[in-house]
């Protein structure tokens, strides 16, 4: 992964991360208010060489005095020296359990000695440190005195006497907290990593990069307004909703240039992933664009465009199939512009074979000569095969991904049924994008507001349906229209 991945995964779970190093925070804290604190106290002690001598005399002593501080500090954690001491003071403790409270030590090239004592009290850890010294002194005394009636060479002072220790030296609350934030930050980030390599939806454009070159021809954000309003001519025109689907269709049709064949197929990997309501908001916005255009339902498993234009569905793409009225008298006309509408008519027992039938292939070329742009809404490619069947038919194909509703694996295998049959995949639209964060698709536009005194448009009412129409193509019925574009 590269670094960008990397801050993407970061933006994408950050909630994760925090969550996880507070957590580590909470724990740290906890830990540190558990642990007992615990106080340590040291006494210092010289080692020296008795008597006076030549120059050459206490280089010799000093580097003896230096070779024998290792065995004394060897020696503070013997029973000779902290049984004296247990018995001094009254510890209710064995040499055994106290050997664990004291530490000794020396520096290289030193002749002094530290013996640390550690616990629970800081009185109690000043008196051992104390106590354990001084029966050092008496031990290293009786081990180096030549006889008992002569001077031991060596001698141990007292040079820094233990006192009580102020605060605690365990447990550091600073340390605590500043490893419990790292270490839960840093299973955040793992956390996250595993998550993001283990999640194989599609999120975004970036995902689809890695499984198909196909353009992307645009995003639609998700839009909590679109269950309700889901239609162009419901949403104000400087929408970023309306934008988005301005741009697809630009987009489409610099990707349809050169194609002979006017019909395009908008389809998807599975339901839900919003391939009706892009293929009816296109078909929208190809006709306020100007051009003539046919919105054909084919979705012959779960027809929506009937209920999306409020049109009637009784009659439609299977009537015309099996020959029981011209498709003349099944357009209807809907909105301002040149928009035709194609229902899918009865809901027959045999979609594929009526889809993939020489009837459906004649209704695609009567419309392409018909008009100017053909957009057919056709059913998901995964569950059934009625997609693939119509791609071989059509100009180009437009594939629909729901963000977060599709798998990589599910997008892999739609791409290869296309392939499978050379579909020509014109592009992919993004749709129920994020709004905000990583995977985020929106305009920069600024909100829009009306103009003061000026009356707002009605945006919850449907476009009304063409009753008088704006030219003569289109003041025609449907049959004439149908008829005199065929002879065009």
Do not use: C
């Not at 558990?34 to 008795?50: G, M, N, R």
């Not at 909105?335 to 009865?346: A, N, P, R």
């Amino acid at each position: 992964m590269e670094l960008n991945e990397y801050l993407k995964i970061a933006k994408r779970n950050w909630l994760t991360i925090v969550a996880s190093a507070l957590l580590g925070l909470l724990i740290a804290g906890a830990a540190s208010l558990i642990v007992k604190p615990s106080y340590v106290a040291e006494t210092k002690l010289f080692v020296a060489i008795q008597g006076s001598g030549s120059i050459t005399e206490l280089q010799q002593g000093n580097t003896f005095s230096q070779a024998r501080v290792r065995s004394y500090v060897e020696t503070v954690s013997t029973p000779a020296v902290l049984q004296p001491a247990i018995d001094r003071l009254g510890l209710e403790l064995t040499a055994a359990e106290l050997q664990e409270k004291v530490d000794a030590g020396a520096d290289l090239n030193t002749v002094i000695i530290t013996i640390s004592v550690s616990d629970a009290s800081p009185v109690s850890a000043a008196a051992i440190a104390q106590a354990v010294g001084t029966s050092l002194i008496e031990v290293v005394n009786t081990l180096e005195s030549p006889s008992s009636d002569g001077l031991s060479p060596v001698k141990l002072s007292v040079v820094t006497p233990a006192t009580a220790p102020v605060a605690p030296s365990a447990p550091n609350t600073r340390l605590y907290l500043l490893v419990g934030l790292i270490a839960g930050a840093s299973l955040g980030v793992a956390v996250a990593v595993l998550r993001t390599t283990l999640d194989t939806r599609v999120r975004g454009e970036q995902d689809v990069r890695r499984l198909s070159q196909a353009p992307v021809l645009g995003g639609i954000a998700f839009d909590n307004e679109a269950a309700r309003n889901t239609l162009l001519t419901q949403v104000h025109p400087q929408s970023p909703r309306a934008e988005s689907f301005r741009q697809i269709r630009t987009n489409l049709q610099f990707a349809h240039v050169g194609h002979k064949s006017k019909a395009v197929l908008i389809t998807s990997s599975l339901p839900g992933e919003g391939k009706t309501t892009t293929a009816t908001n296109l078909a929208i916005a190809l006709a306020q664009a100007g051009q003539s255009v046919v919105l054909v339902d084919a979705d012959l498993r779960r027809p929506r465009v009937d209920d999306y234009l409020g049109l009637d569905r009784n009659a439609g793409l299977t009537t015309a199939l099996v020959g029981a009225a011209d498709v003349n008298d099944l357009l209807q006309p809907w909105g301002e512009d040149d928009f035709f509408v194609l229902t899918s008519g009865q809901i027959p027992p045999n979609p594929s074979e009526l889809l993939g039938s020489e009837a459906m292939n004649q209704l695609i070329l009567g419309l392409e000569a018909a008009f100017d742009a053909v957009i057919i809404d056709a059913p998901p490619l995964l569950p059934v095969t009625d997609a693939a069947v119509l791609a071989q038919q059509v100009g180009g194909v437009v594939l629909v991904i729901g963000s977060s509703k599709v798998k990589s694996p599910e997008l892999e295998k739609s791409l290869r049924a296309l392939e499978m049959v050379d579909a020509d995949l014109l592009g992919v639209v993004l749709n129920l994008l994020p709004s905000k964060g990583p995977d985020a698709y929106a305009y920069g536009y600024a909100t829009y507001q009306t103009t003061p005194g000026q009356p707002q448009q009605d945006l919850t009412r449907p476009a009304r349906r063409l009753s008088n129409a704006r030219n003569s193509k289109a003041s025609a019925t449907p049959e004439t229209f149908y008829q005199e574009s065929r002879s065009e």
